[in-house]
């Protein structure tokens, strides 16, 4: 990626989390104690995972974000760190647990997960209003939904390059704001049926129909992602909506350990190993 005008090419503003991951035969019903097959650790979070992701493929990555003061955050930022991001702006928040989440993930590629957002609910408008050189040093932004959406709209008002949101974790009745200010705008299937209220998006064609309703709802490119079935876009000066088809992969081992993908969801890390 061309270094040309920008000190970073990617700047991340969002969350960090903490992965405890519990390996299962299948995920348990409720109620239900299982035995598990082994037990992980990882560094995660929708945010840290991108910009990693970045940084490993080769681009000069930044991060804004919150952990807390406690055992787990020290270990994160100097991970983070470990991995060629820049944590200058990565804070330590007094009084604050860095964000967990614990996942279940069965032998066929299920998951659950439960998140406790901790510091990462600490980051606002104000972590944008205190830096501005740093938007105006980056060439993207991205952004997601696991911290709070008046600091992610800060975050895009202030850019002025291309601005990426992955919408996830999903919510209903996103501000127009949102939607309008990301130059790409991804979700997968699930988060597309919630955002334009219909029952469900299980393939291509009704994923084309989510498609233009988030385009009516002010969304300029979007991408939205259908996991097998590969993703469909359209771009904003184009009526026409694209199918890209994946590629298959023989055997899954878990949906959300992907490194990178155009979806730019997850990928778990740490300064010595990437589950894949």
């Not at 069965?106 to 830096?131: E, M, W, Y």
Request: aromatic share 6%; with cysteine.
């Amino acid at each position: 990626m061309s270094s040309t005008g920008s000190d970073y090419d990617v700047l991340v503003f969002g969350s960090c989390i903490v992965d405890f991951i519990s390996y299962v035969s299948r995920l348990p019903k409720v109620g239900e104690t299982l035995h598990g097959t082994s037990f992980a650790t990882g560094n995660g979070g929708k945010g840290a995972n991108q910009c990693v992701a970045a940084a490993r493929l080769g681009s000069r990555t930044a991060m804004i974000g919150k952990l807390g003061d406690d055992p787990w955050g020290t270990g994160y930022r100097t991970a983070l760190a470990a991995e060629g991001v820049n944590v200058e702006q990565v804070d330590v928040m007094p009084g604050e647990s860095t964000g967990i989440a614990q996942i279940n993930v069965a032998d066929n590629g299920d998951n659950q997960i439960v998140i406790v957002t901790g510091a990462n609910k600490r980051l606002g408008p104000s972590d944008v209003l205190s830096r501005p050189e740093l938007f105006e040093r980056a060439r993207i932004l991205i952004c997601q939904l696991e911290t709070p959406i008046e600091g992610t709209i800060a975050a895009l008002q202030a850019f002025r390059g291309i601005s990426i949101v992955n919408a996830a974790p999903a919510e209903t009745n996103l501000p127009h704001s949102l939607l309008s200010l990301a130059s790409i705008f991804c979700v997968n299937e699930t988060e597309a049926a919630l955002l334009t209220d219909m029952p469900c998006v299980p393939d291509v064609q009704r994923a084309k129909t989510a498609v233009h309703k988030l385009r009516d709802m002010g969304c300029r490119t979007v991408i939205i992602t259908l996991g097998e079935k590969g993703a469909v876009f359209a771009q904003p000066d184009s009526t026409s909506v694209y199918h890209v088809k994946p590629v298959k992969v023989t055997k899954v081992v878990d949906t959300t350990l992907t490194l990178f993908q155009m979806s730019f969801l997850d990928v778990a890390w740490s300064p010595t190993r990437c589950r894949q």
